[in-house]
């Protein structure tokens, strides 16, 4: 009953207890990127030894990240792209979620925002020697996912 109880808390914990606390870098290894904390950098070791950060705190990271001591630091990059949406009959912003943009490769979701407008759509009636016009309401979703490289 212990055993079911411990795998069903570490299910529930929220995916921040998961992330690294220390990241161990070889001599002459190649750049590691490291996302901890809210703050990306990508770090090597030019040197000589193995050498061990931590990034359990945002103050352990940010002290290492203000004086790397011999390793090569370096900002990584904000990339976003925006995706559009759009539907007709009800708005519906089912993609406007971090799993949608992390099933596109990305971290999360950075922003979304949804507009309406009316276009009217004419037909020809059954019969009817002129055209039938009804408006439609489309819902448009903007989705901007965001990842660092």
Same mark, same amino acid.
């Given at each position: 009953?212990?055993?079911?109880?411990?795998?069903?808390?570490?299910?529930?914990?929220?995916?921040?207890?998961?992330?690294?606390?220390?990241?161990?870098?070889?001599?002459?290894?190649?750049?590691?990127?490291?996302?901890?904390?809210?703050?990306?950098?990508?770090?090597?070791?030019?040197?000589?030894?193995?050498?061990?950060?931590?990034?359990?705190?945002?103050?352990?990271? =940010?002290?290492?990240?203000? !004086?790397?001591? &011999?390793? +090569?630091?370096?900002? #990584? @990059?904000?990339? *976003?792209?925006?995706? %559009?949406?759009?539907?007709?009959?009800?708005?519906?912003?089912?993609?406007?979620?971090?799993?949608?943009?992390?099933?596109?490769?990305?971290?999360?979701?950075?922003?979304?925002?949804?507009?309406?407008?009316? =276009?009217?759509?004419?037909? !020809?009636?059954? &019969?009817? +020697?002129?055209?039938? #016009? @009804?408006?439609? *309401?489309?819902?448009? %979703?903007?989705?901007?996912?965001?990842?660092?490289?």
């Amino acid at each position: 009953m212990r055993a079911l109880l411990a795998v069903i808390a570490a299910l529930l914990l929220p995916a921040s207890v998961w992330a690294a606390t220390a990241y161990t870098f070889a001599s002459g290894g190649a750049v590691t990127t490291v996302n901890e904390q809210g703050l990306c950098r990508h770090v090597n070791n030019p040197g000589a030894g193995t050498r061990w950060i931590s990034t359990a705190t945002l103050g352990e990271w =940010q002290s290492f990240v203000n !004086n790397p001591n &011999g390793l +090569t630091v370096a900002a #990584c @990059t904000l990339q *976003t792209n925006t995706y %559009t949406f759009s539907y007709t009959g009800g708005y519906n912003d089912s993609n406007a979620t971090n799993a949608f943009c992390i099933g596109k490769g990305y971290q999360g979701m950075q922003t979304y925002t949804h507009s309406t407008h009316v =276009q009217q759509s004419c037909v !020809n009636g059954g &019969g009817d +020697t002129g055209p039938v #016009c @009804t408006d439609v *309401t489309y819902y448009d %979703t903007k989705v901007t996912c965001y990842r660092y490289v």
